[in-house]
């Protein structure tokens, strides 16, 4: 195979083949013989079999959804969750606003404020869900792994504003000293061993 | 006309009327979990256990509807096409025997209404009114898809009239009566002396020509689904639909009857044992009409006229010849 073909063969794999097709019978004999054959070919007797099969055998695929739910990936993008640092249990966000400037769909809004400690503390959080369309920028580019998605997919209510005050979205304070607060594992979460990867800063230039 | 005999037929009316409309129920909850179950799903199951309510919430959303009449409809031909469907369907019940005769504190039932001379007759006639249903109240709708519907479904009935009739003709000439009763009665001795096996022919016909009659799968071509609408019911809502379901639900346990009477032996020489095979025979012919819809494509409606005109009317006129002339040497 010369070095230009092989990038001309389209075919995904080599057990590709024509299907056998008959041509259509054109005359009446022939079309007789066709509807007799196909007739006595039994083929309607597979379709019942066939279903009959899967009757008895009562392979069922349901997921009976209130009830059961499928496992999600850790990296689904449902509604949004605010982290709270392990050790001190204080807020992770740092209202630095990069979530706010970077959502492309504009529905982020929060307001910061110095507070008497002349730390930047945040005074509103608020996400419009109406407008989010759950692309993970906000969790990819927060520095602090503060904003993240979480699982929670069953955002049917009168308002869906009901889903994101802030202090629904943080996480609270027992199960975070349950030791039950999830890391998001999806954008810009940090990888697994991680801290064997970390250099030193060099200090000396 | 005695009171007796007065109260007595009223009594089977009701009976009958109440036994089908729940079976008829009953038939679209089995149809959802049979039809499930072939497709690797549960079907019903949130109202009550395994979903048997599901008929009992079916029922009271569709009588608790709004009764619909749309602009422009031909408003009491529209009103009145549902219960000519429902009607005939059940009037068709009135010559069936669905059960041997049996006596209780010493009085003897015969379960059939009116036991006529022409009761085989009499049913394909009303089955065959009940097209009338289908076909006024797509063309009372201001709907094209349901006259379109409409003209469809007259053409596959009046068809497969031919069919019913001439593959009935060859079995009828063989027992020398139109009762269903004698049907029965020539058929008593055992499983060998059913139709089935001298009129094989006429058998497999009439089985086809049943799904045409009632609009069942391979022929489902009454309300189109390809065409994403419910055919001639489109425009209707409520009870007033559901009496179109009823009908075609009765219809099928109905036929089911007349297949396993004419062709299956019936209840035969009457005992206890004949009548439940009476029950197993029409179970399986209505199981047979729900697999066949889990299992077969829908053909087209000139591949139907094709397969009625072509191949399934000569076959009956042969088997019809065929038969007199085994009669006659």
Redesign the interface.
Known sequence: MSNIEQFKNRNVSEEYFLVDIEDYPTDGWGKFKR?VKRTFQGE?FV??W???R??IK?????V?YPKEKMPIGPRYRAVHEMKRLWESGTERCIGCGLCEKICISDCIRMETKIDENSRKEVSEYSINLGRCIFCGYCAEVCPELAITHGGRYENASEQRAHFVMYEDMLTPIDMLKAGQQQEFEGFGAITPHEDERVKKTPLAY | MDMAYLIETVVKIVVIMLIFSALAGLGTYFERK?L???????GP?SVGPYGLLQVAADGIKLFTKEDIIPQNVVAPIFKFAPVITAATAFMAAAAIPFWPQFTVFGYTVHPIVADTEIGLLYVLAVMAIGLYGLLLGGMASANKFSLISAARTGAIFISYEVVTGLSLLAPIMIVGSLSLVDFNNYQAGGVSHWLVWTQPVAFILFWIAAFAETGRTPFHLIANDHEIIDGFGTEYSGMRWGLFFIGEYANMFFISFVIALVFLGGFGDGGLGGALALIAKVSFFFFFFL??R???PDVRPDQLMWLCWK?LMPLAVVNVVVTGLVMMF
């Open positions: 509807v309607l379709g019942l066939v279903v009959l899967e009757m009562f392979d069922i695929h349901t009976q | 049979v499930a179950f072939m497709q690797r799903r549960l199951m697999w066949t889990a299992a077969w191949v």
